[in-house]
């Protein structure tokens, strides 16, 4: 059964990066179709994949990360408006059944992604 999950790591202060907002999107043409939102949880991840089962359809996702309002909740200093406040993640699903794990590792002023397992 195919799935989508993630999971924020805080690499300015080397944690996971709790209690950050994600919204997860499917793009249709030039529409942006809410599809998901949660809050990572003490270990940087959601409590429950962002897509699961039937619920996963091939096609382009974007998962918008909220890295500004969590850096700013942790105590940073951050310019306003702040360098990174909201980091898009677009990527595409082919394989329905396929786990499709998109990992965020951020600081204020820098990010990367990949493909995880």
Same mark, same amino acid.
């Given at each position: ?7 924020? !790591?805080?690499?300015? *202060?080397?944690?996971?990066? &709790? ?9 249709? @043409?030039? &529409? ?8 990572? *949880? ?8 962002? !897509?699961? @089962? ?43 059944? @396929?786990?499709?794990?998109?990992? !965020? ?13």
């Amino acid at each position: 059964m195919g799935r989508l999950s993630t999971h924020v !790591l805080d690499t300015a *202060n080397g944690r996971p990066a &709790a209690g950050l907002r994600i919204e997860l999107h499917r793009i249709e @043409g030039e &529409a942006r179709v809410p599809v998901a939102g949660a809050v990572t *949880n003490a270990d940087g991840r959601t409590d429950a994949p962002l !897509l699961a @089962g039937e619920a996963m359809r091939v096609g382009t996702y974007e998962i918008a990360f909220h890295v500004g309002d969590y850096f700013r909740g942790a105590g940073a200093v951050l310019a306003d408006p702040p360098f990174l406040d909201v980091v898009p993640v677009r990527f595409s699903i082919a394989d329905v059944d @396929g786990h499709y794990h998109v990992p !965020l590792l951020a600081s204020p002023w820098a990010y990367s992604t990949y493909r995880g397992s």
